[in-house]
């Protein structure tokens, strides 16, 4: 399939180009702004892996933290360090050095790993949701509904959700033709900017997409709305201000998180398909906000937020500090 899809390829301006690349022009407009833009893409890629691996440590290393919330948020900056590390090396790439161009096989698999990763953090956010729901709606039934096996069992669930959906894209970009031009005005291989450049009934590839993306953000954002009116409702019915202080208070960082994820993510897919006068670099911008944000935003939100894992942030730094000051001795 990849050397077919090579082969389809021709460059409109370079004829010593080799047809099986693709070049991704960056941000069409926007090119004297491009060294700019690097700089706050480099410090989001260091929040994110920084602030996930905070995570990712103080979680493992701190056994009253292994609980179904605690976990899940764990799934979430997994997620999201992976599809971080799938956008960001390529992206300073282009804006650094105008290095866009990727091989035909890179293209895809870049595409495939960006848009599964992503619903599998929808799908997390989702099972987050569920946890506040059981935790706050049926406290009794907590421990016996959120097992360890019940907790593996959502996070393979994500995997292979995120992986079924994404994987017929590629393959069904392999079966058009690209016969004019192979330069991508984005700056990563996204599926729909990728299947404007085909020639020929690109159909089968934009009904596929659209209801991919519906199936995951459209049944998600129903389910995880049902579970907040659920919330909502049964806090109201707390009799103590304390405890519906404490109630809304569990569930405010994942408030947080799922505006943050959802709100651009919503404006990139809308604005793609049925905003024709919007100018490409809003298009481009906005898809860079979806990818590069919320993985750098969830973990600060969810320290600041989460007093049980503020204290042990804390902990962990101080723990550091002392280290330092004693081998310095």
Request: charged share 10%; hydrophobic share 50%.
């Amino acid at each position: 399939m990849w050397s077919t899809l090579g082969h389809n390829m021709e460059s409109p301006n370079h004829t010593d180009v080799d047809p099986s690349v693709f070049f991704l022009l960056g941000i069409p407009g926007l090119e004297q702004f491009h060294l700019w833009l690097s700089l706050l893409v480099c410090g989001l890629g260091t929040a994110t892996i920084v602030g996930n691996i905070t995570i990712l440590v103080v979680v493992a290393t701190e056994p009253v933290l292994h609980k179904p919330v605690y976990l899940f948020l764990c799934m979430l900056s997994t997620t999201d360090l992976a599809a971080s590390l799938s956008t960001v090396p390529k992206l300073l790439a282009i804006l650094w050095c105008g290095a866009g161009y990727i091989s035909a096989s890179a293209c895809l698999a870049q595409m495939f790993f960006i848009h599964a990763f992503c619903m599998m953090e929808f799908t997390v956010l989702l099972a987050m949701a569920f946890d506040r729901y059981v935790a706050i709606c049926h406290p009794l039934h907590y421990a016996t509904v959120l097992t360890g096996t019940m907790i593996a069992l959502i996070g393979v669930a994500a995997v292979m959700r995120g992986s079924l959906l994404m994987l017929p894209c590629p393959f069904l970009i392999g079966c058009l033709n690209f016969c004019q031009s192979h330069v991508i005005l984005h700056t990563y291989c996204e599926h729909m900017a990728v299947v404007k450049l085909a020639c020929g009934d690109t159909r089968p590839n934009r009904v596929y997409g659209l209801t991919a993306a519906l199936l995951v953000i459209g049944v998600d954002l129903f389910c995880i709305g049902l579970s907040s009116a659920f919330i909502a409702q049964a806090v109201l019915c707390l009799l103590s201000r304390e405890a519906r202080s404490k109630a809304l208070g569990t569930c405010g960082s994942h408030v947080c998180v799922i505006l943050i994820s959802y709100t651009p993510a919503l404006f990139s897919f809308f604005t793609h398909r049925f905003g024709h006068h919007v100018p490409v670099h809003i298009h481009i911008l906005l898809a860079n906000v979806y990818l590069l944000f919320p993985p750098a935003l969830n973990p600060v939100i969810y320290e600041i937020q989460t007093k049980e894992i503020r204290k042990r942030v804390v902990r962990v730094f101080q723990s550091g500090q002392g280290t330092g000051i004693k081998a310095s001795e």
